[in-house]
């Protein structure tokens, strides 16, 4: 998939506007469609609590 930084509003939490955020993909909801930016800081925040679950789920699968 690709991403791009751009300049916009951090949509994850933070509320700062006017910064580099990148593209995540698309929300949807009740068949309305609105792009989902995130900032550095906070997309280092998401993409460590990802990690921390795929890492559970590697455990969870090779345990048995
Ligand atoms: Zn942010």
Do not use: K
């Amino acid at each position: 998939m690709e991403r791009y930084w751009t300049t916009g509003d951090c949509w994850l939490g933070c509320e700062r506007t006017g910064v580099q955020v990148l593209w995540l993909g698309p929300i949807q909801w009740d068949g309305w469609t609105a792009p989902f930016m995130a900032c550095a800081p906070c997309l280092d925040r998401l993409l460590a609590q990802a990690r921390a679950h795929w890492l559970r789920r590697l455990r969870v699968t090779t345990a048995s």
